[in-house]
């Protein structure tokens, strides 16, 4: 088991945030999950404040119900889908009225770009944990996109317009599993105003039409309360893979303090 600090949420959220993460091979294998559990409990101690987070395999329900012991409590179930290259998505026609081009975000468009990714998320682990206030988890997408425009963090950064406004955008990672290649969609938003008119599978299209003849396989995640992203990934021709329980934990925890 590794805990790993989490430099760049540290700096969003103004206290430590530490990532947990089995190694491979406890990923693939049982493992002393009361060893796990003491590692974690002694590393808390040394904490006044901060946060913890870890995605564990919805089949590793001893580790969960370990963790939930020492007090994390599951923010999300995150799913991932695949499509790869040999798959054939099917053909969908745009939606009538979304009327959007898509590109690359001129400089004068960065400032509306990021108030999309500062507004347009309900479903984030960030945005469903109670204990992390709105304004914070709205920051965490906004500098995340940030580091897309100013070329710190992935690939790509596509942006759909409307008569010249950004009215969405999709943010591209690339990575290598197993020695196959794959791009991912990293972050998807569209502004409130124009969601439900098809920006959002404009845009999946796209993506899925640029990079899937150069890649073994296309990857893209999101959480079970998000049915409408779930729904439009199945229905461009994704299909489901894997699960994880998302699982955080605050300190000082509530009736601790």
Same mark, same amino acid.
Request: aromatic residues 10%; charged residues 20%.
């Given at each position: 088991?590794?805990?790993? $600090?989490?430099?760049?949420?540290? %700096?969003?959220?103004?206290?430590?945030?530490?990532?947990?993460?089995?190694? $491979?091979?406890?990923?693939?294998?049982?493992?002393? @999950?009361?060893?796990?559990?003491?590692?974690? @409990?002694?590393?808390?101690?040394?904490?006044?404040?901060?946060?913890?987070?870890?995605?564990? /395999? @919805?089949?590793?329900? $001893?580790?969960?119900?370990?963790?939930?012991?020492? +007090? !994390?409590?599951?923010?999300?179930?995150?799913?991932?889908?695949?499509? /790869?290259?040999?798959? @054939?998505?099917?053909?969908?026609?745009?939606k009538s009225g979304s009327g959007c081009r898509i590109g690359e975000a001129s400089a004068a468009q960065h400032a509306e770009?990021? *108030?999309?990714?500062? &507004?347009?998320?309900? !479903? &984030?682990?960030?945005?469903?944990?109670?204990?992390?206030?709105? *304004?914070?988890?709205?920051?965490?997408?906004?500098?995340?996109?940030?580091?897309?425009?100013?070329?710190?963090?992935?690939?790509?950064?596509?942006?759909?317009?409307?008569?010249?406004?950004? %009215?969405? !955008?999709? =943010?591209?990672?690339?990575?290598? $599993?197993?020695?196959?290649?794959?791009?991912?969609?990293?972050?998807?938003?569209?502004?409130?105003?124009?969601?439900?008119?098809?920006?959002?599978?404009?845009?999946? =299209?796209?993506?899925?039409?640029?990079?899937?003849?150069?890649?073994?396989?296309?990857?893209?995640?999101?959480?079970?309360?998000?049915?409408?992203?779930?729904?439009?990934?199945?229905?461009? +021709?994704? &299909?489901?893979?894997?699960?994880?329980?998302?699982?955080?934990?605050?300190?000082?925890?509530? +009736?601790?303090?």
């Open positions: 088991m590794h805990l790993v $600090e989490d430099l760049w949420l540290a %700096a969003i959220m103004g206290h430590d945030v530490f990532k947990i993460s089995l190694d $491979e091979a406890e990923a693939s294998r049982e493992v002393d @999950t009361a060893l796990i559990g003491e590692q974690i @409990t002694q590393h808390m101690r040394r904490q006044v404040q901060g946060s913890y987070y870890a995605k564990i /395999d @919805t089949t590793r329900i $001893e580790i969960v119900r370990q963790l939930g012991a020492l +007090g !994390f409590y599951v923010v999300d179930v995150n799913v991932t889908f695949g499509l /790869d290259q040999q798959d @054939t998505p099917p053909r969908v026609q745009p770009v990021l *108030e999309i990714a500062r &507004s347009s998320f309900r !479903f &984030s682990r960030f945005h469903l944990d109670p204990l992390i206030p709105r *304004e914070i988890a709205n920051q965490i997408k906004h500098d995340w996109i940030l580091n897309y425009l100013l070329r710190k963090r992935g690939e790509h950064l596509w942006v759909a317009s409307v008569a010249g406004r950004p %009215a969405g !955008f999709l =943010a591209v990672i690339a990575g290598n $599993e197993a020695g196959r290649r794959y791009r991912a969609i990293d972050l998807i938003g569209v502004a409130p105003a124009y969601q439900g008119q098809g920006i959002g599978q404009a845009l999946v =299209a796209y993506f899925i039409d640029t990079y899937r003849d150069h890649n073994d396989f296309l990857l893209v995640g999101t959480q079970i309360a998000n049915l409408p992203s779930i729904h439009l990934y199945q229905k461009l +021709g994704f &299909s489901l893979i894997k699960s994880a329980y998302v699982m955080h934990l605050h300190l000082p925890q509530p +009736g601790n303090s």
